[in-house]
């Protein structure tokens, strides 16, 4: 079944380390997106990504980096300087985005600073 | 700044009834506009997607409007039920080649 798949779907970190979540999708999709929802708010986008080995910054990209080496991968590192990391991390795919589609997105990765 | 802004955090309404849901947005000129569903703990799933030129989309019990020049869209549930009770989120595609996400709307359908 095509899709798009985040892992871990729940995540602990120690203040000061670096962590990455997974996200892999199997749709052929181009973009690829990275949201960030903390509770009772929507959908804060952090990084996005057109096209492979490119990407751009969200509006909330302090903190946190991103790759595009393959077209299926989009890959997020929570780094130690983003200083309030404990939130629903969300990933999302499209076709390419001049195109008028719809986002899908994966279950989630809930990350807890401990 | 451009801003896309669901006015009612909450809605609580009787089932049966019809829920309208709302999206302003400004400094956009969005070619479409898209509304989501998200239950809690889950990532959000497409619902509707209406393009400038439509005045009004359907699907089953669902109904969007949308209006370039109030720069609103309405979102309708009719005869409502409990299991439509999530939250619902609009979103555009700007011009930067992002989709940019309102806050939700959190509905809940009370028997």
């Known amino acids: 079944d095509g899709g798009i798949t985040q892992s871990p779907k729940y995540l602990f970190r120690k203040e000061g380390q670096n962590v990455t979540l997974s996200c892999e999708q199997n749709?052929?999709?181009?973009?690829m997106y990275w949201y960030r929802q903390d509770p009772g708010q929507g959908l804060r986008l952090i990084y996005y990504?057109?096209?492979?080995?490119?990407?751009q910054k969200g509006d909330i990209a302090e903190g946190y980096s991103v790759s595009r080496e393959k077209k299926e991968s989009f890959p997020l590192t929570v780094t130690s300087a983003q200083k309030n990391p404990t939130a629903f991390y969300l990933c999302?795919?499209?076709?390419?985005?001049?195109?008028?589609?719809?986002?899908?997105f994966g279950q989630g990765t809930r990350l807890t600073v401990v | 700044s451009q801003k896309i802004e669901q006015n009612s955090e909450a809605l609580n309404i009787q089932e049966g009834k019809t829920a309208t849901l709302t999206c302003n947005y400004t400094?956009?000129?969005?070619?479409?506009l898209q509304w989501y569903r998200q239950d809690p703990g889950r990532g959000p799933v497409f619902l509707l997607l209406?393009?400038?030129?439509?005045k009004e989309k359907r699907k089953e019990r669902l109904k969007v409007t949308f209006d370039t020049t109030l720069k609103q869209s309405l979102f309708h549930i009719t005869a409502s039920q409990p299991a439509d009770s999530a939250t619902y989120l609009c979103?555009?595609?700007?011009?930067?080649?992002?989709?940019?996400f309102g806050s939700g709307t959190r509905l809940s359908i009370r028997p």
């Open positions: 999302a795919s499209s076709r390419r985005s001049s195109e008028n589609t719809e986002a899908f």
């Open positions: 749709l052929n999709h181009d973009a």
């Open positions: 990504s057109q096209i492979v080995n490119d990407f």
């Open positions: 400094n956009y000129s969005p070619a479409y």
């Open positions: 209406i393009r400038e030129n439509e």
């Open positions: 979103a555009l595609y700007s011009s930067a080649s992002k989709i940019i």
